[in-house]
């Protein structure tokens, strides 16, 4: 299972926090080098600056004074870092620390680099000294240096810190690095626990999230959204499953137990009513069927490919056309009310069905010598088809239900029908966005399927 | 309804049905109205077919062995075939339909259907395939006129509501034929599913109580379990 192979350094949080301690470091890193870079060449000049004016001044002193002032430098140097010599115009040492003039170093006035023995009693080394050699009226060469270890011993402090600050930071990011991913580790195999527990089909459980309000919390609380409509959805199938089976077990049986008399009585009229008579349940049995899947498919398919725009006035128009032969032969008065054409997005065909549907009740439950009015215009700019009648009415407790598949209102249940007139117009307002619901009326029924505000 | 189709009997009628029984059961009834039919089970098959035999009509199962036989049609259709093409489909789903009359098919029955509606768009659809569009049509002793909207039987003219014309134009177009109340519905009233009440029979019955006056023969007559039938031949 792939859980057990989550390695702690292949891990998104670790690289992460690995990445970013690295990164860190390694901006601190070149903050140091810049200021040492800076701090080495202005402490250089400076010390090349010095150096170059002192010799400039020392050449223009008469020589007792000059050789007093050497004697006084190297007393005054307790760091053992300067370096002072005056030579005469042979090169001979005439005082001073420096045993003999360097042939390396020209003598100009200017600053040069040059290895020189150090003057620590501790270590007798060559050291990089900075020097300074000029020559005086009389001959005689006046030089002046500094060692440069205190420049050197400036970068060795810089190099310790970097060393001393890196390391343990390198080490603190793969600890934290560690502790994140140890904990994202943590939640991610409770979650690939629970995702594997609901692809075994345990489909009640859901992604454990912590209050947190972070990103692993966020996608699993969508994913368990997602799980909740995936359930919702699977009981739906599961409803229209049952209830196709449930309309079409008692039918069957009736037809079943009809046939299997007329077999056993053996007279062929028996035969052909029998027959007869399951033709007309099965026909009943597949126009249930088709309706209830139809209706399925409304309500869940969201198909909304065939819509255009189309004018509701029509579509009532042609239901009150298809129905007004009906309803003269009530003696209902039947009239359309339709102003002005009113624009909808939809699908024509399905309009018409649940407008027929409508009036289909209403025709049905008024009695005859009553009245069916279908009215179709714009209320506060809202489309609104109201289909109001003089029958017995809706009462107020039935107006949930009977928009719920095969409901049967006690006053009408003696009327034939298969009961899903009203759950199919309910089903196709839903889908054109539409709101199907009892109005209020002074008399009989009145339903109103009106366009609901855009949330 | 044994009357043989008399325009269309020496072409065929191409069946494309995987489904061994209902193939059979279609095959039959059919032949029974005179129909020569040819049987294909796959979407090869009925396209070779389709380019062998020119039918005069094909009925297409949408589903042939798991496989959408949209594209078959649509293949068809591509080559110039405009042989007309009614689908039989289990799938009842809205967008179905629209799917299936945009790939070229010219009607769509939802499975189960009785024999009789089969017989019906079969024949509806034959007769349409070759029939010119005109403004004036003459049925025996009726006569409407589309552009004053006028109707007549023999000398007598008759005083129609604009939905009873629109009826009377159908019958007369497809006269002869069975008409289902399905039929009726779906193409006079956009209505796709089937109301419980006899609408039709009451569109039809005022239709006639106008047409039919002082004991003159009945012309729409009732097909027992299926629907009606324009049949002027009753009255000579």
Not at chain 1, 50 to 72: F, I
Not at chain 1, 86 to 101: P, R, T
């Amino acid at each position: 299972m792939w859980i057990s192979k989550i390695k702690l350094w292949k891990t998104a949080t670790f690289r992460v926090s690995v990445f970013f301690s690295l990164a860190i470091t390694a901006v601190t890193a070149v903050v140091l080098v810049f200021v040492y870079w800076q701090v080495v060449k202005r402490d250089t000049a400076h010390q090349n600056r010095v150096l170059a004016e002192e010799v400039a001044r020392g050449v223009n002193q008469t020589l007792p004074q000059l050789t007093r002032e050497v004697d006084l430098r190297i007393t005054r140097d307790l760091r053992a870092i300067d370096y002072a010599a005056l030579f005469d115009s042979g090169g001979k040492l005439l005082s001073g620390n420096v045993d003999a003039l360097p042939a390396a170093l020209p003598i100009d006035g200017e600053t040069h680099t040059i290895g020189l023995i150090s003057r620590s009693n501790i270590r007798r080394e060559t050291v990089s000294v900075l020097v300074v050699a000029r020559r005086r009226q009389d001959g005689s060469v006046l030089l002046l240096g500094r060692n440069l270890s205190e420049v050197y011993a400036f970068r060795q402090i810089v190099l310790e810190a970097l060393a001393l600050g890196v390391v343990p930071s390198l080490l603190l990011a793969f600890i934290v690095g560690t502790i994140f991913s140890l904990r994202a580790t943590k939640r991610l195999k409770a979650i690939n626990r629970k995702i594997i527990s609901i692809m075994q089909g345990n489909l009640t459980e859901r992604l454990p999230t912590h209050g947190l309000n972070d990103d692993l919390d966020h996608v699993g609380r969508a994913v368990n959204l997602m799980l909740d409509e995936i359930v919702r959805l699977l009981d739906q199938i599961k409803s229209v499953g049952d209830n196709i089976a449930h309309d079409l077990r008692s039918p069957l049986a009736v037809m079943r137990i009809g046939l299997e008399r007329a077999l056993d009585n053996g007279s062929s009229d028996d035969l052909r009513s029998s027959a007869e008579k399951a033709l007309g349940t099965l026909d009943r049995v597949m126009t249930t069927v088709a309706a209830l899947l139809r209706i399925s498919d409304i309500e869940y398919g969201r198909r909304t490919s065939g819509f255009k725009t189309i004018d509701l006035v029509e579509v009532c128009a042609n239901a009150f056309d298809l129905y007004q032969p009906l309803a003269d032969a009530k003696r209902i008065v039947f009239t359309l009310i339709a102003p002005e054409p009113l624009q909808v997005h939809g699908d024509f065909d399905l309009l018409v069905e649940a407008v027929a549907n409508l009036i289909d009740n209403a025709i049905k439950f008024t009695p005859a010598g009553g009245f069916v009015e279908v009215a179709a215009k714009s209320e506060s700019g809202k489309p609104v088809v109201r289909i109001s009648d003089s029958g017995p009415g809706v009462a107020s407790q039935e107006r949930g239900a009977i928009f719920k598949r095969r409901y049967r209102s006690d006053a009408t249940r003696h009327l034939p029908g298969i009961g899903l007139g009203l759950h199919m117009a309910s089903t196709i307002a839903q889908l054109h966005g539409f709101d199907l619901c009892v109005a209020d009326c002074r008399e009989g029924a009145a339903f109103e399927m009106s366009l609901r505000d855009a949330a | 309804m044994l009357d043989i189709p008399n325009d269309n009997n020496n072409k065929p009628l191409l069946l494309v049905e995987d489904e061994a029984d209902m193939a059979r059961e279609i095959e039959n009834e059919l032949r029974s109205l005179g129909y020569c039919v040819e049987i294909a089970t796959t979407e090869e098959e009925g396209l070779h077919a389709a380019r062998v035999c020119s039918p005069a009509l094909l009925i297409v199962d949408r589903m042939l062995s798991g496989s959408d036989s949209l594209s078959m049609v649509e293949a068809l259709r591509e080559e110039g075939i405009r042989s007309p093409v009614l689908f039989v489909s289990g799938l009842a789903a809205v967008d179905e339909r629209i799917r299936g009359l945009k790939a070229g098919g010219d009607d769509y029955l939802t499975k189960p259907f009785a024999m009789g509606e089969l017989a019906a768009r079969v024949e509806a659809l034959l007769r349409r395939s070759n029939e010119a569009p005109a403004t004036l049509l003459r049925v025996g002793p009726l006569e409407i006129d589309l552009i004053a909207r006028s109707a007549r039987r023999g000398d007598r003219t008759l005083d129609l509501l604009p939905t009873e014309f629109k009826l009377l134009e159908y019958f007369m177009r497809y006269s002869g034929q069975t008409i289902t109340r399905k039929m009726v519905l779906e193409d006079l009233w956009h209505y796709r599913s089937l109301p419980q009440t006899n609408l039709v029979d009451v569109h039809v019955g005022n239709l006639r109580r106008k047409m039919d006056v002082g004991g003159q023969p009945s012309l729409i007559r009732s097909v027992r379990g299926v629907g009606f039938m324009l049949d002027v031949d009753l009255e000579n």
